[in-house]
């Protein structure tokens, strides 16, 4: 009798721990299943832009970190810079590699025509820049914005749809 009732103790236990794992392979099978709300608007606001740039003929121009990297065009890689940041106290620098993403292959010809300019532009944006502004996501991001609104001004083959700082150091 007292082996009967273990039995059954360890038969409950097992379909217990069974419905258990039964219910959470489910929760995990409905979580992956459903996108949460604001995955949702993301998309929705993506195909938007993307439907938009579609009947425009346009793509967006200018700096985004949130950008599509699926569709990066062309890069020009500029050689390294390093600048003396706004100090009150102290020296600081600095140290980067940038890379320009261009809206056509054939403007890079005009960006090796006009290369000290781009140069000479990029670091009077950078040497500018406080290291407040330049040490944060969204001074970094501003940076970049400039830098891009500063370079089209005077590209006229096409223009500097991003910039990518491929190294990034500050001392």
Avoid: H, W
Avoid at 84 to 102: C, D
Avoid at 111 to 137: F, G, H, M, Y
């Amino acid at each position: 009798m007292a082996d009967d009732k273990k039995s059954n103790n360890k038969f409950i236990v097992i379909i217990i721990i069974v419905l258990i794992l039964v219910a959470l392979l489910l929760g995990v099978a409905f979580y992956f299943m459903t996108k949460s709300p604001a995955q949702e608007e993301a998309a929705q606001m993506q195909n938007a832009v993307t439907q938009d740039n579609a009947q425009t003929g346009n793509a967006s121009i200018g700096a985004s970190s949130s950008g599509n990297y699926m569709r990066v065009g062309s890069i020009y890689q500029l050689d390294q810079f390093i600048v003396n940041l706004l100090a009150q106290s102290g020296r600081r620098y600095l140290k980067t590699t940038i890379s320009l993403e261009m809206t056509n292959p054939e403007l890079q010809n005009e960006i090796v025509t006009k290369l000290p300019a781009i140069r000479d532009t990029i670091i009077d944006v950078l040497s500018s820049k406080s290291l407040e502004e330049v040490s944060t996501t969204r001074g970094k991001e501003k940076t970049k914005e400039e830098i891009v609104q500063r370079l089209n001004e005077f590209l006229v083959d096409g223009k500097i749809r991003n910039i990518f700082f491929v190294d990034y150091a500050i001392q």
